[in-house]
Structures are given as C-alpha cells and as structure tokens.
C-alpha cells in the first residue's frame, strides 16, 4: 500500500521564545488507514497536527494534503480536513444543530440538512439538536465537536486526544464512529496518550518525542519486533536451578524456585524452540507446573522503552 | 470568494445580535434618549440656535455618530475577540477561506449592525425634535462608510487584546473622548480660537461634521476634508488587517 494522503517534508518549528517543538518531522500517512501519533505531554503532537491544519505557520518544511500544498493551495488541503481538538471549545449560546450547519458553511459546502442530521444521529446527538451548548455534559459537547468536524464530509479526519477525560461508554462509542468512517474511506490521525487506544485502533503508529519523530511502523509488525512475550508457569516442585538440559538465555527462576519464567518474541519459533518445543522437554524432564499464564507487552512498555531511551 | 463561508459568518454573528437584543439595541437607544432629555430638552432650552438649527436637532448627528463609532467598534472587537477568548476560533482558522471572506463575514455583521442602530437612533430623535435630511445619499454613505471603518477598527482592537480590560480600553479611553470633543454636542465655532486649532487635530471632527452637513447643509469644515478623513481611516484600517494576516499577529504562532 503506498498511497499517501498526506506528506510532511523537513517540517521544523521554532516557537517565538526560542522553544523549538519539531524537528525534521518527515511522516507519511496513507489513504484510509487509522495513523495513531503517540507521545509524552508535550512532544509535539499538538503542534504537528495544527501545522497541517493551517492554525500555526510552520517555520520550514512542506505539507502536502492530497496532492495541494498547505499554504499555496490552502483551500484545496484545508477542505478534505476535518480537526477535532484537544480542548472543549464552543459557542455556549448556540444550539447544536447551529454549530454543526455553521461549520458545514465555514468550510464552504451549501447546506445539506440530511447529511447533518445523519452525522447528528451517528453520534447520539440527534435528541440534543435544539439544546444550547452550555445545557450538555462534557462527553456531549465532545460528541458535538466531532459532528462539528465531519460536517463538511472531510477526508481526513484529525483527532487531538479524542478521548481525554471520556468515560468508557463513550469511548467505545467514539471508536465505532471511528471504525464507521474508516470503512467509508476516511484517513484517521489520532493523537493519544492512552497506549490502549491505539492498540486497539491504529493501523499504524508513530511516535513522537521532543518534537522529533521516533519510530513510524506498522502496529502488528511494531509489537512483533519490540514486543516480548512471557509465560509462568508455577511449578509443582521448587526448583533450586534450571536443569542443563533446559538451561538457556530466556528462561529464568522466579518466586523462590516455584515459578519458571519463559520470555520469548517471535524469533523461537522461527529457530524451531519456542513453547511447544519447552513444554515437550519439561515432560522429558519431569517436571511438573499446575498452572501457566502468558502475558504479553503492551505498547506501553514498548513506548517507555523508546521514550526513555532517547531521552 | 466563496459565499458560504461568508454568509455562516454573519448568520452566526447576527444571530448573536439576536440573541442579545437588549443588550445591543435597546440599550444604546434608551441612552441616546436619555440624551436628548438631558441635553435636547433640558439645556437646549437655554442654548440659542446654532447657524439656524435648533439645538436638539444639532446634535441628532452628533450622536448618532457616538453611538455609531462605539458600537461598532465594540461589536466587531468582541465578535472576534469571544472565539479567540472561547478558542472556537480554531475552526475559522482551519477553514479553506480567505482573510477577505473573514474579514466580510464578521466586520459585515458588525457594520450592519451598527447602521441599523443609527438608524433606529435616527427614528428614534424624530420623537424628539423635527429633523430634516438636506442629503440623504450623503447621510446613508456616511453612515455606512463610519460603520465600516469603525467595525474595521473594532476587528483589529479585538485581535490586539488578550483580556476583557483590553477590549474596553479603547473604546473607553480614546473612543468616547474623541466624541465628545469632537463637536458631537457643540459647533467648534464656540470654542476660543486656541482649542479651535487643537480640535482640528482630532479625526472625528471630520466625521461629525460631514455627518452633520449631510442633515442641515452645515458644517465645520469642509465636505471634502471630512471624505478624505474617512477614507484615510478606511485604508489605515484595512493596511494593518492586511498586515495582521500576512503575519498572523496573535492568532497564528
């Protein structure tokens, strides 16, 4: 798949003050994939996304969105976008179907009253149309900033940490709004720091620190290569060391001998050891567990790794 | 240009106007009654005609000027100032428009507003005192070019501030002020000759003046001077939005 929907070249920004939060960001997202940008407070996510959005003037570097650059052919690149942003930000007056049709004219697309209400009702909004903004609950308005962005049909959709202060009912709502729009074609950017999300979500993920991107991957093939694997198991007798026989760099003993640690990646199983190979040789062994339990790394440790490694 | 954007603008900001009528309209028009109870009623009593006008009907332009200037310029500052302050502005920003379509839609809404509220101020002082308009075209360009150029202004001090206190001070301080020595409530003629040349150097003598010539035919300085003054203001303002987004001045870092 090699179908950029957006290409960032040599992108830095050097804040007024000196503060510099990019640095030769180069990043490519593709057409109709779910990208998750993931990184600490801070490392520039909100930044990135805002230069593409044309809310902050980039100090070097290019943005292309959809074949149009971001500043010579603005209209063209800003149209196919719609932004989600961090804060909850409206006008408390308004009602929520005002809101939503006035983004639809600010983009520049005639009226559409079935297109509005069918966003209205994809987000469980459709009840709240004639509420003022102020009446709504925070995950409403947040609901209401989402219709506000899809309003005009973009192409890509921009979520700057969607799910920040949500609760689960509603996140898991969010997701499949997100998936929906994924199946219709929509590119997804989302910024997050909950890993979870993106494990879930993301087709790809990116991360960033200082300003700086660190690693640009596919998420299976990202938790395959720096992801590692554990299994337990509680053995039936102590042990007070490995036997020979078994002894190798992955296995280790834990809680006083009763537990005996496998760590492994996908590299074991290739070599022909792994699992089955381990427990075929425990028997041989004689060695006896009455319970197992594998635990995988999450992308969470695999981001503290990076994070921390860097830093 | 692109039309729908423009118009989602002043819907948007009309619809504000709606929402807050009282505060908007009404209350400009009770003040401006209160005036003419004070000054047209009250001491214009006392005062003689000035050049053959009556002095409650000498200062209908005088503050429909008033009105016009600070309402102008506090509508269109707060219009732009309130998503800047709510940040909602990001939507605008984010928009495929132009700074034009921008600057139509919300210095269009506030410019309209204005003219309507000078021209309910005008029905209004017909309560009062009997008015004559000697040239309406005149008048109507007057009030709309003031209504323009002050929202203009308005839209510039409402980018510049960063606080509340920021958004009133012009208005407050350098607006009001330069109306009420501008001639809005006397003809300059009545000053000692030494003030009459300091007054000179105040703008909106020219704007009052013309305003006022364009109802009785008379005025302080010439019909000329006071065009050129307003279309000075118009293009000064114009320049510094132009120059706002070239740079982006504190709404893009």
């Known amino acids: ?50 230069v593409v959005c044309g809310l902050v003037n980039p100090s070097e570097g290019s943005v292309v969105v959809d074949g149009f650059d971001s500043i010579s052919h603005y209209r063209q690149a800003r149209e196919r976008i719609g932004l989600v942003p961090q ?57 209401v900033l989402i219709a506000k962005a899809l309003s005009h049909e973009p192409r890509i959709l921009f979520l700057d940490e969607p799910t920040a202060g949500v609760d689960v009912e509603l996140r898991r709502d969010m997701w499949n709004v997100v998936r929906g729009l994924r199946d219709n074609g929509v590119t997804i950017i989302l910024t997050t720091h909950y890993i979870e999300e993106a494990e879930e979500m993301a087709d790809r993920i990116g991360v960033i620190n200082r300003g700086e991107i660190v690693l640009v991957e596919e998420k299976a093939a990202l938790m395959k290569k720096l992801g590692s694997k554990q299994l337990t198991l509680q053995l039936q007798t102590p042990l007070n060391v490995i036997p020979s026989a078994l002894d190798q760099d992955e296995l280790s003993l834990a809680a006083d001998g009763h537990e005996l640690v496998y760590t492994y990646d996908g590299r074991q199983e290739e070599e022909g050891r792994g699992i089955s190979a381990l427990l075929t040789q425990l028997e041989k062994e004689g060695i006896g567990f009455k319970d197992l339990h594998t635990r995988q790394s999450s992308l969470e440790d695999i981001f503290v790794d990076l994070v921390k490694e860097r830093s | 240009m692109n039309l729908y954007p423009v118009r989602a603008i002043y819907m948007a900001e009309m619809a504000r106007t709606r929402r807050t009528l009282l505060q908007s309209i009404v209350s400009p028009v009770i003040s401006t009654s209160l005036y003419f109870v004070v000054f047209g009623a009250a001491i214009g009593s006392r005062i003689s ?63 309209s507003k204005s003219i309507l509220l000078g021209l309910i101020i005008l029905a209004t002082s017909s309560l009062f005192v009997p008015l004559e308009i000697a040239h309406p075209i005149w008048m109507l360009t007057f009030l709309v070019l003031t209504a323009v150029t002050f929202s203009l202004l308005g839209f510039i001090i409402g980018i510049w501030a960063d606080g509340f206190d920021k958004l009133q001070l012009v208005p407050l301080l350098v607006i009001t002020p330069l109306t009420f020595l501008g001639g809005s409530f006397y003809s300059i003629d009545m000053l000692p000759p030494f003030w009459q040349t300091v007054t000179l150097a105040n703008p909106v003598v020219y704007l009052v003046s013309g305003f006022r010539w364009s109802f009785y035919g008379i005025s302080d300085v010439s019909l000329g001077a006071s065009v050129a003054m307003i279309l000075l203001f118009l293009i000064a303002s114009l320049a510094t939005i132009a120059w706002i987004f070239r740079t982006g001045y504190r709404l893009k870092p």
């Open chain 1, 87 to 143: 804060e909850l930000t409206n006008e408390a007056f308004e009602t929520v179907w005002n809101t939503v049709s006035f983004s639809r004219g600010l983009f520049g697309k005639p009226p559409n009253p079935a297109h509005i209400e069918k966003v209205l009702k994809s987000l469980s909004l459709w009840d709240k149309r004639n509420n003022r903004l102020m009446t709504l609950s925070g995950g409403m308005k947040r609901r």
């Open chain 2, 49 to 111: 005609e000035i050049d053959g006008v009556s002095y409650g009907a000498f200062i209908v332009p005088g503050l429909i000027m008033l009105m016009l200037l600070t309402q102008s310029v506090s509508n269109a500052s707060f219009g732009i100032f309130f998503p800047k302050f709510s940040g909602s502005i990001y939507e605008i920003l984010s928009a495929p428009i132009s700074y034009l379509e921008i600057v139509v839609g919300y210095v269009g809404a506030a410019a």
């Open chain 1, 1 to 50: 798949m090699n179908d950029p929907i957006i290409t960032i070249e040599g992108l830095n920004k050097t804040y007024e003050g000196g503060f510099q939060a990019l640095t030769r960001v180069d990043l490519t997202i593709q057409r109709g994939e779910i990208f998750a940008l993931l990184g600490p407070n801070g490392a520039g996510k909100t930044t990135l996304i805002s």
